[in-house]
């Protein structure tokens, strides 16, 4: 169970942190679900909420209404998690009926994805080199170009970026080792020559690291890796200084967990991603796993030294690509 799951005040703390932990012990992260409960909790609290019978399909309207979310898709997903809860609670005999009747919001079409080129992609790293230092932050412009190369090149979600520590580099067998990612699977991700001497030319500037150190860190002690939400909004930085003019219907990039945009870049091992598919900010994963060589997918650890094969990647999912 995460520590931060004891730390609810509602009236439904014990069942929150519960639910989680039923959860976990399945093999889920939750820690989307974990954030949306969070702000259940704190309404809960604000309403001086005492006792279950309180939590009506009125109250739950009121907590859904005061979250300021302007597209379907983020309602939806708050919806989503409080109604999931409640079900929970009922299936374990906790609720006699949920009190949810909220429907969904209706959402539109999905727009089509804008696709990076070549010279976009390799414009989008030069603009990420350049960043300058802050107070806030120093040798931004070696960290995300890296970020977003390792990214690129590797097809890493974001979250899976920001984490890596100094023992997830093995630098001997060229891999990156990724640990407790989506469903809590861990996971060898090998990488190529160029890729190599930009993680060398890194290391040998930090200098010696602990092994548990996160590798990318702005904190002058490096206590702290990096966030995804700061990813995020670096690349929202960087995008309109790119001049680049969305098709009509084309929805503009966002730098979401599957990874940055880029059908290539300069220091990603010459893997041609110009044909891919993708569904949102660049390489998506799926798509990736099951398009390029065998020789490049990730492996699980279990198989280093077998025949690679590519992981996460349903039937349906490679007749799609």
Known sequence: MNPETSQFQGVLAGEMTDFLRHQRALGKRFDNEEAGLRLFDQYL???????????????????????????PRSYNNLLSVVRRFFKWLVRQQRWLQSPVQNRPRHATAAQTTFLFDRAQARQLLELAAKLPDNNHGRHRGDIYFLVFALMYGLGLRVAEATRLCRQDVDLERKVLVIRETKFLKSRLVPFGPKIEARLREYLMREGALEPTTPLFSFARDRSKPITTTTVTQTFHVLWPRLGLKVPVGAAPPACTASAIPSPLAPCCDGIDRASIPSNGCGIFRPS??????PQRRSISPSRLNCSTKPINASIALRRRC
């Open 45 to 71: 609290v604000e309403q001086k909420i005492e006792t279950g019978t309180k939590i009506t399909p009125d109250l739950v309207d009121a907590f859904l209404t005061s979250r300021p979310r302007r597209r």
């Open 288 to 293: 990736w796993d099951t398009s390029i060589p």
